[in-house]
């Protein structure tokens, strides 16, 4: 008999997160050592050409995003995320044997179509499993494993690259993870639209018109929602690619930087466990304002930062800040769509938070090539300020209070 639930679910919840943490895992492989390569192997100096990877992902995983959610009730969540590790399956060997940069572009591409159809897959299955209740703790869980996996295996890689190079030991834990992840997904998970049908049937929320302008900006809710998300990832777009070059230009050593690039993952990561929870029960809007307020101010103060302690404080701030947000995000969504257009708006929603990867590496390496790296920060910084008052002016929020 079909059940929502996490407790009448937990085998299936629990095989999803470790599968989720599988799917971070292949975006921590580049974290920390892949704007080195480009530097050290393939001799690109630009700001601006050196984030090109991270462009054309974001760009390809928000595109997958949409059309996964827009799939997931055609095609199946299962085979969605199934196809995904297939995809995957040749990123790590990429990476590895790359003998230009157009090599590792493509690689980029592959893996943004591979997070989108993962990534997207176990999130909504999560959701349809748990119902409403814990709806939160689930986002939470899901989105903890996902990036405490991408932290450690930052940190994990810039050690094995200081120990015996950047390539190609660091990549060979892609290919596991690759190979666990599809034998996982094909053989093990179960799809959920029964659920979702259980689902549809109690709920009593009137239809979208148009999900896909309701959801980016004409409901007050879910386009607030939505904007934020853009700006959240806009900000870990320049942080993935600036940082690590930003570090190096102090002098740091590449063990040093691993360090102070994994804190902020591992702390996002750990840190929604606890705000997945509080997410069921707090007041989502005023979890979002001040998120993202607080990823705001890190950031500018993260551009005057020198020593090895400030950096590193300033990564586990922002690692919270980002921690708050992240699941208050999807399920705030979960709660303001309707259960059966439920999957196709948290596609739109995944569209646009995951263009800002795209949008924050382009502006930050363009900023930065003119201007310098420090003005990219700040003006990162600035435009993540900007998104909090958005959300405190135009969020009705909820009836639950902090």
Known sequence: ????????????????????????????????????????????????????FIVVFGLT??????YTGALADKVGRKNLLSLGWLIALPVPLLLIYAPAWSWVIFANFLLGIHQGLCWSSTVVMKIDLV??????????????????????????????AAEYGARPYPFYLGIG?????????????KDTEHHVAIE???????PLENIFGATTWKDRNLGAITQAGLANNLNDGMVWGVLPILLASKHFSLEEIGKIVALYPIIWGLGQLLAGKLADHLNKKKMLFWGMLLQGLTL?????ALTFTQFATLSILLGIG?????????????????????????????????????????????????????????????????????????????????
């Open 300 to 304: 500018l103060l993260m551009a005057f």
């Open 322 to 402: 980002t921690a708050i947000v992240y699941p208050t995000f999807l399920a705030a969504i979960a709660d303001y769509a309707p259960p059966q257009q439920r999957a196709e708006s948290i596609g739109v929603f995944r569209l646009w938070r995951d263009l800002g990867y795209a949008i924050g590496a382009l502006l930050a390496g363009v900023v930065a090539d003119a201007l310098g790296i420090g003005w990219a920060i700040r003006a990162i910084g600035m435009i993540t300020l900007v998104s909090a008052v958005v959300i405190q002016v135009r969020m009705s929020g909820d009836n639950r209070e902090m």
């Open 1 to 52: 008999m079909v059940q929502l639930g996490l407790r009448q679910n937990w085998r299936q919840f629990t095989l999803l997160v470790v599968i989720n943490a599988f799917v971070g895992g292949m975006v921590g492989l580049e974290r920390t050592i892949l704007p080195e390569i480009a530097e050290a192997e393939f001799g690109i100096a630009a700001t601006t050409a050196i984030l090109s």
């Open 177 to 189: 993870f690759a190979l666990i992840g599809l034998l996982s997904s094909w053989f093990l998970v």
């Open 200 to 206: 549809a049937a109690q709920s009593k929320a009137p």
């Open 61 to 66: 995983k928000a595109i997958t995003n949409y």
């Open 131 to 160: 119902g409403e209740k814990d709806r939160g703790l689930a986002m939470g869980l899901n989105e903890s494993a996902g990036y405490l996996a991408v932290g450690i295996v930052a940190f994990l890689t810039g050690w094995i």
